[in-house]
């Protein structure tokens, strides 16, 4: 094949390149892959269709293919320290819509009579989980549960629900999922209170089953930093992008044997043809990366940051949700200061600041919400320490008091554009 080259995509992909470099990501969902992983994703395994698992293909020619594959899962289970993975998700929200489908198989029950409790959108949950615009909130008997007085999850709630779904008739229980995990929840959340709630009130068969989504802090999972789900969870669904350090992609966890032949059959034929090899290919050199002593460095190094970054901006009177943060996001609520979460955004992007608008608890439109989402994990990567994110927080603060008392001037933007620049000097992506 002889082609001329795309010149147009490749100066667009280059423009890309450029705007990385010069540009601090803190949106949370965002990291830096390493080049190994951008070369197995970038291989000529994207030229291989796979349909089926490894040793159980519809097509000829996997040898190779399948050694890849069962080696992405050999690497994913001594990660997480569980029995099964499915590595094929394309993405985590294909990841938990294939759970849910799952979970409907598990117990024989149809899409409309699965009861589904996840976090709300307000609340930190993830959109994947219930939320009324979704598959997972139109297919399923979704609702959701939020905060307490205290902004951290409402546990009460979700055991009130838990013992009341326990005490209805056999025959009028058809299945009952309850979502832990979130998108922009800041704190730990505790697992084993909610698996010992669920063991206490079920009897020998699975009522009830347990599915958490750590997409957003499985590398910290992984980096030792956080407590394993898998250790309570009936599944565990994560992405391999964000905290995981990977190419974007999905995976599904389990130790129970019972559950995971559903999940495999849910993911193919159940909700994905072919799977992505050459991505999973990435995901098995990510998670080699992440076996890796450095690797529990960096996550440690993430939640340094983090803590660092929260601390100044509490220091400046910057209202943060929760008050402060266990992970690598940083919530921060505006209500008080008469700025949207846009705005700031937008502010932020013009100074070389990435981060995104977020809902708080409380707001009612995802789209004019009320506060940011920002995190370390990116920057982290990139070398970013204590001191830097320090710095980073005092121009946030800076920003957005001035946007609030109209006393933004462009004294304080090229201030602020040029902190960054020195920033991103400092510490070379590419």
């Known amino acids: ?30 990291n830096i892959v390493s080049k190994q992983v951008q070369e197995a994703c970038g291989s000529i395994l994207t030229n291989k269709y796979a349909e089926g698992y490894p040793s159980k293909r519809y097509y000829a020619g996997c040898g190779e293919i399948d050694k890849i594959e069962a080696l992405a899962i050999e690497r994913a289970k001594e990660l997480f320290e569980c029995k099964f993975a499915n590595v094929q998700p394309h993405s985590g929200a294909s990841a938990n819509l294939a759970v849910l489908f799952a979970c409907c198989e598990y117990f024989k029950c149809k899409p409309q009579d699965l009861k589904v409790l996840g976090m709300s959108l307000d609340a930190g949950g993830h959109l994947t989980h219930g939320a009324r615009p979704t598959i997972s909130g ?24 838990i013992e009341d779904y326990s005490s209805l008739p056999k025959d009028v229980k058809k299945g009952f999922v309850v979502i832990l995990g979130g998108s922009a929840y800041t704190r730990d959340i505790d697992y084993k209170r909610i698996r010992n709630k669920i063991n206490s009130l079920q009897k020998l068969d699975k009522e009830i089953l347990l599915f958490v989504d750590m997409a957003h802090f499985a590398g910290l999972v992984a980096g030792k930093q956080l407590e394993n789900p898998c250790k309570y969870a009936d599944i565990v669904s994560t992405t391999t992008h964000k905290t995981l350090r990977g190419p974007r992609g999905g995976m599904i966890l389990s130790n129970d044997e019972s559950i995971a032949k559903f999940i495999d059959k849910a993911i193919f034929p159940g909700c994905q043809g072919g799977p992505l090899e050459h991505i999973i290919a ?19 190094q993430v939640i340094l940051n983090n803590k660092a970054f929260c601390d100044k901006l509490k220091e400046e ?26 705005e700031m955004e937008d502010l932020l992007t013009e100074v070389g600041i990435i981060c995104n608008k977020n809902s708080v608890f409380g ?26 994110m320090v710095l980073i927080a005092n121009i946030i603060s800076r920003l957005i008091k001035a946007k609030s008392k109209e006393s933004l001037d462009d004294k304080l933007i090229k201030e602020s554009k040029d902190l960054v620049s020195e920033l991103c000097k400092k510490y070379p992506h590419f």
Not at 138 to 161: C, M, Q, R, V
């Open 138 to 161: 139109k297919w399923f008997k979704s609702y959701n549960y939020g905060l307490d007085e205290s902004f951290l999850i409402d546990y009460d709630f979700i055991e009130k629900e």
């Open 317 to 342: 009177d910057v209202n943060l949700v929760s008050d402060r943060s266990d992970n690598h996001i940083c919530l921060v609520d505006l209500k008080s200061y008469g700025v949207s979460g846009s």
């Open 363 to 388: 707001d009612k439109s995802p789209m004019n919400p009320n506060g940011i989402r920002l995190g370390t994990p990116a920057c982290t990567t990139r070398g970013f320490k204590e001191e830097d």
């Open 282 to 300: 990435g995901k098995a050199v990510s998670f080699y990366e992440a076996l890796q002593p450095e690797f529990k460095e960096y996550s440690k």
């Open 1 to 30: 094949m002889s082609y001329k080259k795309d010149q147009i995509i490749f100066d667009l992909i280059e423009k890309e390149q450029i705007r990385q470099e010069n540009v601090i990501e803190m949106i949370a969902s965002e």
